[in-house]
Protein backbone atom coordinates (compact mmCIF):
# COMPACT_ATOMS: atom_id res chain seq x y z
CA UNK A 1 0.00 0.00 0.00
CA UNK A 2 0.99 3.58 -0.71
CA UNK A 3 3.41 5.16 2.04
CA UNK A 4 4.37 8.87 3.06
CA UNK A 5 7.25 8.98 4.76
CA UNK A 6 8.23 11.97 7.53
CA UNK A 7 11.20 11.92 9.73
CA UNK A 8 9.78 11.05 13.41
CA UNK A 9 11.04 14.24 15.03
CA UNK A 10 12.81 17.85 14.34
CA UNK A 11 14.25 20.23 16.70
CA UNK A 12 14.73 24.09 16.33
CA UNK A 13 15.68 26.99 18.39
CA UNK A 14 12.69 29.97 18.47
CA UNK A 15 13.62 32.00 15.48
CA UNK A 16 14.92 29.67 13.83
CA UNK A 17 13.48 27.76 10.48
CA UNK A 18 12.08 24.36 10.99
CA UNK A 19 11.85 22.21 7.95
CA UNK A 20 10.05 19.02 7.93
CA UNK A 21 9.34 16.30 5.17
CA UNK A 22 7.27 14.23 3.72
CA UNK A 23 8.10 11.65 0.54
CA UNK A 24 5.51 9.30 -1.08
CA UNK A 25 6.27 8.01 -4.81
CA UNK A 26 2.99 9.54 -5.67
CA UNK A 27 3.71 13.09 -4.35
CA UNK A 28 4.24 14.38 -8.02
CA UNK A 29 0.90 13.81 -9.34
CA UNK A 30 -0.79 14.25 -6.47
CA UNK A 31 -1.41 17.31 -3.53
CA UNK A 32 0.10 17.27 -0.19
CA UNK A 33 -1.70 18.32 2.97
CA UNK A 34 -0.29 19.55 6.32
CA UNK A 35 -1.80 19.50 9.49
CA UNK A 36 -0.77 20.53 12.81
CA UNK A 37 -2.00 18.70 15.79
CA UNK A 38 -1.05 19.52 19.67
CA UNK A 39 -1.50 17.54 22.63
CA UNK A 40 -5.17 16.36 23.14
CA UNK A 41 -6.21 18.94 20.26
CA UNK A 42 -7.46 18.02 16.94
CA UNK A 43 -5.89 18.71 13.93
CA UNK A 44 -5.78 21.80 12.25
CA UNK A 45 -4.70 22.40 8.21
CA UNK A 46 -1.68 24.61 7.57
CA UNK A 47 -1.29 24.24 3.91
CA UNK A 48 -3.05 22.07 1.19
CA UNK A 49 -2.65 21.84 -2.60
CA UNK A 50 1.32 21.87 -1.77
CA UNK A 51 1.85 25.56 -1.15
CA UNK A 52 -1.24 27.14 -0.35
CA UNK A 53 -2.15 28.35 3.32
CA UNK A 54 -5.64 28.47 4.45
CA UNK A 55 -6.38 31.98 5.98
CA UNK A 56 -5.87 32.59 9.96
CA UNK A 57 -2.60 30.27 9.48
CA UNK A 58 1.19 32.59 9.79
CA UNK A 59 2.83 33.15 6.83
CA UNK A 60 5.73 31.85 8.92
CA UNK A 61 4.08 28.83 7.89
CA UNK A 62 4.57 27.73 3.90
CA UNK A 63 4.78 24.50 1.83
CA UNK A 64 6.54 23.36 -1.45
CA UNK A 65 6.64 20.71 -3.18
CA UNK A 66 10.05 19.06 -5.57
CA UNK A 67 9.66 15.67 -7.12
CA UNK A 68 8.66 13.32 -4.78
CA UNK A 69 9.00 15.05 -1.12
CA UNK A 70 7.14 18.05 0.13
CA UNK A 71 8.47 19.89 2.59
CA UNK A 72 6.30 22.26 5.58
CA UNK A 73 8.38 25.23 6.47
CA UNK A 74 8.17 26.80 9.46
CA UNK A 75 10.21 30.16 9.48
CA UNK A 76 10.92 32.20 12.69
CA UNK A 77 9.89 29.13 15.00
CA UNK A 78 7.91 30.46 17.75
CA UNK A 79 7.31 28.07 21.14
CA UNK A 80 3.51 27.41 20.15
CA UNK A 81 4.75 25.81 17.16
CA UNK A 82 5.59 22.62 19.27
CA UNK A 83 3.32 20.18 18.09
CA UNK A 84 2.81 16.93 15.61
CA UNK A 85 3.08 17.53 11.95
CA UNK A 86 1.82 15.32 9.72
CA UNK A 87 1.30 15.23 5.65
CA UNK A 88 -1.42 13.31 3.69
CA UNK A 89 -1.95 12.55 0.15
CA UNK A 90 -3.93 10.00 -1.73
CA UNK A 91 -3.66 7.11 -4.62
CA UNK A 92 -5.99 5.91 -6.85
CA UNK A 93 -7.41 3.83 -4.05
CA UNK A 94 -6.26 4.84 -0.35
CA UNK A 95 -5.76 8.23 1.73
CA UNK A 96 -2.88 8.43 3.36
CA UNK A 97 -1.12 9.90 6.50
CA UNK A 98 2.67 10.36 6.73
CA UNK A 99 3.66 8.85 10.56
CA UNK A 100 3.96 12.30 11.72
CA UNK A 101 6.80 14.24 12.84
CA UNK A 102 7.31 15.83 16.17
CA UNK A 103 8.58 19.77 15.98
CA UNK A 104 11.01 20.35 19.54
CA UNK A 105 10.99 24.16 20.24
CA UNK A 106 14.31 23.78 22.68
CA UNK B 1 -18.20 29.57 13.04
CA UNK B 2 -17.92 25.70 11.48
CA UNK B 3 -18.78 23.37 13.98
CA UNK B 4 -18.37 19.31 14.01
CA UNK B 5 -19.14 17.80 17.58
CA UNK B 6 -18.78 14.07 17.80
CA UNK B 7 -20.76 11.80 20.21
CA UNK B 8 -21.42 7.73 20.67
CA UNK B 9 -17.84 6.55 21.34
CA UNK B 10 -17.38 4.37 24.73
CA UNK B 11 -16.08 1.19 25.55
CA UNK B 12 -17.12 -2.07 24.05
CA UNK B 13 -16.10 -5.82 24.30
CA UNK B 14 -14.27 -7.61 21.23
CA UNK B 15 -16.61 -8.66 18.44
CA UNK B 16 -19.37 -5.99 19.80
CA UNK B 17 -20.78 -2.76 17.69
CA UNK B 18 -20.88 0.85 18.10
CA UNK B 19 -22.58 4.11 16.31
CA UNK B 20 -21.19 7.32 15.92
CA UNK B 21 -22.37 10.45 15.59
CA UNK B 22 -20.83 14.07 14.14
CA UNK B 23 -23.70 17.06 13.94
CA UNK B 24 -22.50 19.97 11.77
CA UNK B 25 -23.06 23.71 11.78
CA UNK B 26 -22.40 26.64 10.08
CA UNK B 27 -22.22 25.32 6.51
CA UNK B 28 -24.36 23.66 4.01
CA UNK B 29 -24.02 19.66 4.92
CA UNK B 30 -24.97 18.04 1.34
CA UNK B 31 -22.85 20.36 -0.17
CA UNK B 32 -18.88 18.94 1.15
CA UNK B 33 -17.60 14.97 1.22
CA UNK B 34 -17.43 14.28 4.98
CA UNK B 35 -14.79 11.46 6.46
CA UNK B 36 -14.15 9.67 9.76
CA UNK B 37 -10.40 9.85 10.35
CA UNK B 38 -9.21 8.23 13.46
CA UNK B 39 -5.67 8.11 15.58
CA UNK B 40 -4.66 5.52 18.26
CA UNK B 41 -3.82 6.01 21.37
CA UNK B 42 -0.34 7.68 20.95
CA UNK B 43 -0.10 7.17 17.39
CA UNK B 44 -0.84 8.73 13.96
CA UNK B 45 -3.73 9.28 11.95
CA UNK B 46 -5.97 6.90 10.05
CA UNK B 47 -8.49 7.98 7.45
CA UNK B 48 -11.27 5.37 7.97
CA UNK B 49 -13.98 6.47 5.33
CA UNK B 50 -15.23 9.08 3.16
CA UNK B 51 -19.76 9.97 1.43
CA UNK B 52 -19.36 12.44 -0.82
CA UNK B 53 -22.61 15.09 0.01
CA UNK B 54 -25.64 13.42 -1.45
CA UNK B 55 -24.45 10.02 -0.13
CA UNK B 56 -24.17 8.26 -3.27
CA UNK B 57 -20.35 8.01 -3.45
CA UNK B 58 -18.25 6.03 -0.29
CA UNK B 59 -15.09 5.05 -0.46
CA UNK B 60 -13.98 2.95 2.63
CA UNK B 61 -10.15 1.98 3.94
CA UNK B 62 -9.35 -1.83 3.83
CA UNK B 63 -9.12 -1.94 7.60
CA UNK B 64 -12.65 -1.18 8.05
CA UNK B 65 -14.02 -2.73 5.07
CA UNK B 66 -16.96 -5.28 5.61
CA UNK B 67 -17.27 -4.28 9.09
CA UNK B 68 -18.06 -0.25 9.11
CA UNK B 69 -20.57 1.33 7.82
CA UNK B 70 -20.65 5.17 6.59
CA UNK B 71 -24.41 7.67 6.41
CA UNK B 72 -25.38 10.93 6.78
CA UNK B 73 -29.03 12.43 7.11
CA UNK B 74 -28.51 16.57 5.77
CA UNK B 75 -32.30 16.92 7.14
CA UNK B 76 -30.10 16.59 10.45
CA UNK B 77 -26.76 17.72 9.25
CA UNK B 78 -25.39 14.59 10.96
CA UNK B 79 -23.26 12.28 9.32
CA UNK B 80 -22.87 8.56 11.47
CA UNK B 81 -20.48 5.55 11.35
CA UNK B 82 -21.92 2.33 12.56
CA UNK B 83 -18.86 -0.19 13.65
CA UNK B 84 -19.50 -3.83 13.73
CA UNK B 85 -17.00 -6.87 14.79
CA UNK B 86 -15.06 -4.25 17.02
CA UNK B 87 -11.37 -5.46 17.02
CA UNK B 88 -8.61 -3.82 19.54
CA UNK B 89 -7.36 -2.61 16.91
CA UNK B 90 -10.12 -0.10 16.49
CA UNK B 91 -9.11 1.26 19.71
CA UNK B 92 -8.76 5.09 18.99
CA UNK B 93 -10.07 8.54 18.89
CA UNK B 94 -12.48 9.18 16.26
CA UNK B 95 -12.49 12.21 14.37
CA UNK B 96 -15.30 13.52 12.01
CA UNK B 97 -13.74 15.89 9.17
CA UNK B 98 -15.15 18.15 5.86
CA UNK B 99 -13.69 17.37 3.02
CA UNK B 100 -12.85 19.55 -0.15
CA UNK B 101 -12.19 18.44 -3.37
CA UNK B 102 -7.62 18.72 -3.88
CA UNK B 103 -8.59 19.05 -7.46
CA UNK B 104 -5.69 16.69 -8.39
CA UNK B 105 -6.07 13.23 -10.24
CA UNK B 106 -6.90 10.50 -7.41
CA UNK B 107 -11.10 10.67 -6.66
CA UNK B 108 -9.74 10.31 -3.21
CA UNK B 109 -8.11 13.72 -3.32
CA UNK B 110 -9.84 15.69 -0.35
CA UNK B 111 -8.13 17.29 2.35
CA UNK B 112 -9.84 18.54 5.56
CA UNK B 113 -10.35 21.65 6.50
CA UNK B 114 -12.37 21.44 9.79
CA UNK B 115 -12.24 18.61 12.36
CA UNK B 116 -14.59 17.57 15.15
CA UNK B 117 -13.02 17.25 18.85
CA UNK B 118 -13.15 13.74 18.21
CA UNK B 119 -14.62 10.55 20.54
CA UNK B 120 -13.05 8.04 22.07
CA UNK B 121 -13.56 4.25 21.60
CA UNK B 122 -11.92 1.66 23.02
CA UNK B 123 -12.75 -2.15 22.08
CA UNK B 124 -11.43 -4.08 25.30
CA UNK B 125 -12.76 -7.04 27.62
Known amino acids: SYELTQPPSVSVSPGQTARITCSGDALPKQYGYWYQQKPGQAPVLVIYKDTERPSGIPERFSGSSSGTTVTLTISGVQAEDEADYYC?????????FGGGTKLTVL | QVQLVESGGGLVKPGGSLRLSCTAS????????MSWIRQAPGKGLEWVSYISGTGTTIYYADSVKGRFTISRDSAKNSLYVQMNSLRAEDTAVYYCARGVAGGGNSVLDYYFDYWGQGTLVTVSS
Open chain 2, 26 to 33: DFTFSDYY
Open chain 1, 88 to 96: QSADSSDVV
